[in-house]
C-alpha cells in the first residue's frame, strides 16, 4: 500500500496515541454521567443529520461515545476489551494506522449516516474486532469469564452479524455494516483478492 506510505510520511505528526483510550475515557464518562449521576447527554450526542444540519456540528463525531452497554460491569468488560484490542492494534500498526483505520469507519459511518439518517458507532468497533482477529486469530479470551475461545470464532459469529443486520436491518443498518467494513476491506482487501 504505497499510498498509505505516503499518507503516514506526510501526515504521522496529527497521529493521536493511545486513541482507543481517549475514546473509550470519554465513553466511560458519558456513561457515569448518565447512568450513575443522571446526567443524560445522551440525546445531545446521537447522530442526527437533521439536528446537524440546523448547527449541532458536533453530532458528527460526538455519536462515537454514546455508550452500548447498560451495566456497569458489561461497560467494565467492554472498556477493557476495546482498549486492549485498540493498543494491540496501535502496536501492530503503529499510531498513525490505526488512527486511519478508525478515521475511515468514522468517515464511512457519517457518510452513511447523512444518506439513512443512522449513525451509530457499534459496527465501527466490531470492525476493530474483526481487524483484532484477522491479525492475532489464535489469541484466547474468556467467553462469560470461563470458557476460553480463540478470537477467529468469535470473529466468525461478528461475520454471521454482520450478514444478519445486512439481510434483516434497516437501510440505516445496513449503510452503517457497509461502512464499517469499508475500512477493513482498505485494510485487508488485498489479503482476500
Known amino acids: 500500500m504505497k499510498w498509505l506510505n505516503k499518507l503516514e510520511r506526510k501526515y504521522s ?29 445522551i440525546p445531545y450526542l446521537f447522530f442526527s443529520p437533521q439536528l446537524i444540519q440546523r448547527g449541532e456540528i458536533w453530532r458528527i463525531i460526538t455519536f462515537i461515545f454514546i455508550p452500548e452497554y447498560g451495566s456497569l460491569i458489561s461497560m ?34 457519517i457518510i452513511a449516516g447523512m444518506i439513512t439518517g443512522y449513525g451509530t458507532s457499534h459496527y465501527l468497533n466490531l470492525s476493530l474486532f474483526l481487524a483484532f482477529a484477522y491479525l492475532y486469530p489464535d489469541v484466547e479470551v474468556r467467553l462469560f469469564y470461563i470458557l476460553p475461545i480463540k478470537v477467529k470464532w468469535l470473529a466468525y459469529l461478528d461475520w454471521f452479524y454482520f450478514v444478519i443486520s445486512l439481510i434483516n436491518g434497516s437501510w440505516g443498518v445496513r449503510a452503517a455494516v457497509i461502512a464499517s467494513l469499508i475500512n477493513f476491506f482498505i485494510f485487508f482487501g488485498k489479503d482476500f483478492i
Not at 497521529?15 to 446526567?39: D, P, S
Not at 476489551?81 to 488512527?99: A, D, K, P, Q, V
Open 76 to 109: 467494565f468488560f467492554a472498556s477493557y476489551f476495546y482498549i486492549m484490542i485498540g493498543n494491540t492494534l496501535e502496536y501492530h500498526w503503529g499510531t498513525f494506522r490505526f488512527n486511519l483505520y478508525y478515521i475511515f469507519g468514522i468517515i464511512g459511518t
Open 13 to 41: 505528526r496529527f497521529a493521536i496515541e493511545n486513541l482507543m483510550q481517549y475514546i473509550v475515557g470519554i465513553t466511560v464518562l458519558v456513561y457515569l454521567l448518565a447512568y450513575l449521576m443522571r446526567i443524560n447527554l
